[in-house]
């Protein structure tokens, strides 16, 4: 699959995320930090609820990167910054483009991913490296 520079990235939406599915994740991820699946704790330390974990996000980023490239890429380095907070129950689109690309060999694409929730704001800014499979 050819990334040429501006190609929008297939975007993922994921949604709604539930409580009972953060409760998953954290036991899957050993995410012991109580703010990602204790109601009482989440609102006791002044949040609405819940919060969905950073690393559940930039899993989605992941997977939305996996999803839109194609077997021909892999991610070579990932980055993400947390921007603002999302609670449950939400929707969240994973989106992107490529923004910068360099023949190889290897090839190289870098892309510029966001993910955005139901409202229109932009809680994680991401990029990625992504390297072209020699096989």
Known sequence: MELPIGMLLRPLTVGPITIEELVEWAVVS????PLHFDTHIARSQGFPDVLVSGAFKMSLVYRMLE????????????MCRNA??????????????IERAEDGPPATRGARIR????????????????????Y
């Open 67 to 78: 999803e839109s490239t194609g077997a021909g890429w892999r991610i070579k380095r990932l």
């Open 30 to 33: 050993g995410d012991g930090n």
């Open 115 to 134: 993910v955005v929730n139901e409202a229109g704001v932009a809680t994680v800014l991401a990029t990625a490296e992504l390297v072209q499979r020699s």
């Open 84 to 97: 603002s907070i999302d609670t449950p129950p939400c929707t969240l689109t994973i989106e992107g483009r």
